[in-house]
């Protein structure tokens, strides 16, 4: 994403870039590489280089056939990427670039493979462009520094890795050198061989890791010929130290975006000695504001997204060849008008002061600032009206001031000298806009977001231009119907937002808006009845969510790139048509909470890979079994079938087929079966919601390998980019935040979650009729946050690692038949707010722990389990009184006794094994042995017998 939005950056800041140096008489062209030269027709490939560049091309992959032409039938000077020189006819150019998208993303059939040497036999290329290809991490290859007549080597986003090779020093005539945006580990250690490249005017070493060089500048200043230096995001690091003598004198370009110099703008700068630069690009580099006086030069300078703080020097105010001044996304504070006075007027045409924390109101006069042309003051803290005297900037053509606390009353006359206006964002103020339309002078706008002002209630009629490629009307207290004018002024309307409302009436019942690029349209949470008009072929993205539309749905929808289609919250009934799932780019598909019925269509034609990445049928009244079309859904991540009546079992196809899904709801079907293994192969499953079915079984125990409940959830994560989606129109890309709001059973109640709910690790089996025990593998899902396990037959302890679930916030055990005592790790778990243990066996004391204590309705928490006792149950636990603990399971005591008596017969032979063994090998014990017995015998015998006989004589007397 950063490598993405570095490749954004890098194009608009080339086309701001040359748009300001061709207005410039006085700038300094930046060298291009020369235009293709004519192909006269007796001009023919000399043999020996056609065989080279045959070699070269079966060292390369070519699945997208780029390379076509090559042929050897074919003259070679006539190739595709190849020219050659109209006197001598030898290769002078070589062009091998495959596809990128709209961003400057390599599409998928890029070229790759590996560049064979062959082309050393080339030896008048002066030009080499293998830009905007796949080598997949290859280094670039050394023998290209024996390319000895090359003047211009592009190798830009070719995925090239490692370490640049110093070989390229070798090539001295070498005018532009462009390396930029490669793979993370692309390096140079050491920059000694740059400085050999005495020719060298252009050098874009972008993204390229540079961060062991500390003494750059110094490298970069034996290049006297340099006039383009682009090193954003190197890993630059610390103060630039300015070089003795600078020989920089021809640079007019310096870009240096994004790296660590976490220091303010000072004199030790190389900024400071370079009299012919005229843009300057130090954003997001830590800086700390300073002075920046002696940029006499400068027209293009650009400090967003630093550390300025408070008000701008003054110095600024020396810049008098100013042209453009970007301070976006600092800390800059103070008045507005303080900030005005501090800005040089001479030539300054645009002027970006977004996301910081200036106050006040805007200066009521602004004629000395008349060149402006783009005005960016948003997400500020301005207040107060805006002055009518802001019409004074007669030449401006974007205003912005959207996001900040201006109120007031906005009419014709703030705008009735701005004749060129064409962006106009003042949304998300507490404004009042009164446009008649009959003095209106806002007829150029091209863009307009009056989002959360007040336009109502009737619907503005004046804003239906056919100029218009992109209006937010969004939230603007519209109580009225779409007048049919609207939909046919707006021929080139791009995006359309019309959505919190309270707009009535039906859709026209064809829509004749739009031009021939993609389109946006939203109007969702209004009050609109009726059925699907016909569509757009064109149209993307499609909101009617929030509505009182009926009817059933289109059986073709008739709109072959719809990307999103959102339809929830509405009455639509009837059965979901194939045709949706048919759509090859569909990606976010919502039916939810409709009345749809009927079974999920198999789609026989439909593609045999789909790209839906949401699908959300929940709150319907759809029947079947688990749909089988999912199994083409490969990169599906979120899946939403709660609230229907599915049957059957959940599918053990499910992890191999959807191996990326990471929200799965089934609850409240009539599922039947086991929870299968395959289930638990998800790596990427941070959401499981099967509750309110009729699963049995016991829960599997490789729980533990759902490994995303393991890990935190952030920005990277399959959730957050599916709450947070971006929709591609034309050569924009528009983030959108996904506005259905998710009811989630969590700590006891119902919550209603809508963005928030991408940081949810979830795991709910309730009310089901599972058995067994709780896996002790549960606790290596350390992230979960609500577990619910309650209405079960689960039997057995609950395990210790409980414990290990610190970040939980809801635990529902309750209703099982769980016994033995509570684990005293459930005292560990910090994060706990709810917690419910009713009704099951469990016996013993009661855990004691400072989160426990702060738990609501403590009581409740327990009831059901007659053998427990401690606060805060009433049943005291007494000193002398023992648990006796409930067997493990049903052969527990058996085993106890078994080695009771096992530990008793072993004793016994052991013991007469050692005494046998002694009077075998001891004679003298034997003798004394036999001794001692006979004499004991004696004794015993005499005991005896004189017992006896005095027994008789008492017995006589007696009878006598």
């Known amino acids: 994403m950063a490598r993405r939005e570095r490749l954004i950056q890098a194009t608009v800041t080339l086309l701001v870039l040359a748009t300001w140096l061709c207005q410039s008489s006085s700038a300094v062209a930046v060298p291009a590489p020369p235009p293709p030269q004519p192909r006269p027709k007796n001009i023919t490939c000399v043999p020996g280089e056609r065989d080279a560049l045959l070699a070269f091309k ?106 640049i090779p110093p070989h390229l020093g070798n090539l001295s005539n070498l005018v532009s050198l462009d390396l930029s945006f490669q793979s993370h580990g692309f390096c140079s250690p050491d920059l000694a061989w ?83 630069l005229t843009y300057l690009d130090l954003s997001n580099c830590g800086i700390q504001g300073g002075d920046v006086g002696n940029l006499t030069s400068i027209q293009l300078l650009s400090l967003s997204r630093n550390n300025f703080s408070r008000m701008v020097p003054s110095t600024f105010k020396k810049l008098k060849k100013l ?26 045409q645009e002027l970006d002061l977004d996301c910081n924390n200036l106050r006040g109101r805007l200066p009521d006069r602004l004629e000395q600032f008349s060149s402006l042309l783009i005005l960016k003051l948003s997400n500020n803290k301005l207040s107060r009206e805006i002055p009518v005297g802001i019409q004074e900037l007669t030449n401006l053509e974007e205003l912005w001031l959207d996001s900040n606390n201006l109120h007031g009353i906005v009419t014709e006359d703030h705008f009735i000298n701005m004749t060129s206006i064409e962006v106009l964002w003042i949304s998300n103020n507490p404004l009042t806009i009164v446009v008649d339309r009959k003095r209106n002078t806002l007829l150029k706008l091209t863009s307009a977001s009056f989002s959360s002002c007040t336009l109502g209630p009737q619907f503005p009629a004046w804003i239906s231009q056919p100029t218009i490629t992109y209006l937010d009307i969004s939230n603007t207290s519209i109580h009225d119907s779409i007048p049919d004018e609207f939909w046919t002024s707006m021929c080139r309307a791009e995006q359309l937002h019309l959505s919190r409302n309270r707009i009535f009436g039906r859709l026209p019942a064809f829509f004749r808006f739009g031009g021939t690029k993609e389109i946006v349209l939203d109007i969702s ?67 939810s909470d409709n009345l749809l019925n009927g079974t999920m269509p198999n789609c026989p034609r439909g593609p045999k890979f789909s790209s839906i990445t949401m699908l959300n049928l929940n709150n319907n009244d759809l029947s079947g079994e688990f749909p089988t079309f999912l199994q083409r859904c490969k990169e599906l991540k979120f899946l939403d079938l709660a609230s229907n009546k599915f049957t059957g079992s959940l599918p053990t196809w499910i992890w191999s087929k959807i191996p990326s899904l990471a929200f799965l709801r089934l609850r409240s079907n009539m599922l039947t079966g086991c929870i299968p293994d395959e289930l638990t192969k998800m790596k990427g499953l941070q959401y499981l919601d099967i509750a309110n079915n009729n699963i049995s079984g016991k829960i599997p125990l490789s729980l533990g390998n759902l490994i995303a409940m393991a890990h935190s959830p952030n920005k990277q994560g399959a959730l957050f980019k599916i709450v947070n989606f971006f929709v591609v129109v034309s050569i924009y890309k528009n983030p959108h935040a996904y506005t259905d709001s998710l009811w989630v059973v969590t700590k006891g109640q119902q919550l209603e979650y809508t963005t928030g709910i991408v940081y949810m690790v979830k795991i709910d089996f309730s009310c089901n009729n599972l058995t067994g025990q709780i896996p002790h593998e549960i606790g290596m899902l350390v992230t979960l946050k609500n577990l619910n396990l ?59 722990g400072n989160q426990l204590r702060t738990l609501d309705d403590q009581p409740s928490i327990y009831i059901g389990n007659p053998g427990l006792c401690g606060p805060p149950v009433s049943r005291n636990c007494s000193q002398t009184e023992t648990t006796t603990p409930a067997p493990e399971d049903e052969h527990e005591g058996m085993s106890d006794a078994l080695s009771l008596y096992l530990g008793i017969g072993t004793g016994f032979v052991a013991g007469l094994w050692i005494v046998f063994c002694g009077f075998l090998f001891k004679r003298n014990w034997r003798i004394r042995w036999f001794l001692f017995s006979g004499r004991v015998y004696d004794w015993v015998y005499l005991q005896v017998a004189l017992s006896w006989a005095s027994l008789a004589r008492n017995k006589s007397v007696e009878a006598g």
């Open 790 to 848: 309650s209405w079960n037959h689960l039997s057995s302890t609950i395990p210790q690692t409980i414990g290990e679930l610190r970040v939980v916030e809801s635990l529902d055990l309750s209703h099982n038949e769980l016994s033995r005592e509570i684990p005293i790790t459930l005292a560990d778990l910090t994060s706990l707010a709810h917690l419910n243990l009713s009704y099951n066996n469990l016996t013993g004391t009661i855990p004691f």
């Open 58 to 163: 079966a060292g390369l992959t070519d699945p997208s056939n780029y390379l076509s032409s090559w042929r050897v039938e074919e003259d070679c000077c006539w190739w595709t990427g190849v020219e050659c020189s109209y006197r001598i006819g030898h290769v002078v150019s070589l062009h091998v670039n495959s596809d990128t998208d709209l961003y400057g993303e390599i599409m998928p059939g890029a070229i790759g493979g590996q560049i064979s040497s062959s082309l050393l036999t080339l030896r008048h290329l002066k030009y080499l462009d293998l830009s905007y290809n796949n080598f997949s991490g290859s280094p670039i290859p050394e023998f290209i520094g024996g390319l000895r007549s090359l003047k211009h080597l592009a190798l830009t986003s070719s995925s090239f890795d490692g370490r």
């Open 323 to 348: 042209q453009l001044l970007q301070l976006s996304e600092n800390f800059i504070s103070g008045d507005i008008e303080d900030l005005f006075h501090r800005l040089p007027t001479n030539e300054l």
């Open 194 to 276: 740059l400085s050999r490249l005495r020719k060298l005017q252009y050098l874009d070493m972008s993204e390229v890791d540079l961060s062991a060089n500390v003494d750059w500048t110094h490298v970069v200043n034996m290049l006297p010929s340099l006039i383009t230096l682009e090193l954003a995001a190197c890993g630059l690091q610390n103060t630039m130290t300015l070089p003795l003598h600078s020989n920089l004198t021809s640079l007019d370009t310096l870009d240096l975006e994004s790296n660590s110099f976490n220091s303010s703008f000072g004199a030790n700068y190389l900024a400071w000695d370079l009299p012919m």
């Open 525 to 591: 949470s209004n009050q609109l009845a009726g059925p699907i008009p016909t569509l757009p072929k064109n149209l993307v993205y499609l909101d009617l969510s929030g509505n009182n539309l009926s009817g059933t749905l289109p059986l073709h929808i008739g709109t072959p790139k719809l990307q999103i289609l959102m339809l929830f919250k509405n009455s639509f009934s009837g059965t979901i048509p194939f045709s949706l799932f048919e759509l090859q780019e569909l990606k976010f598909l919502d039916l």
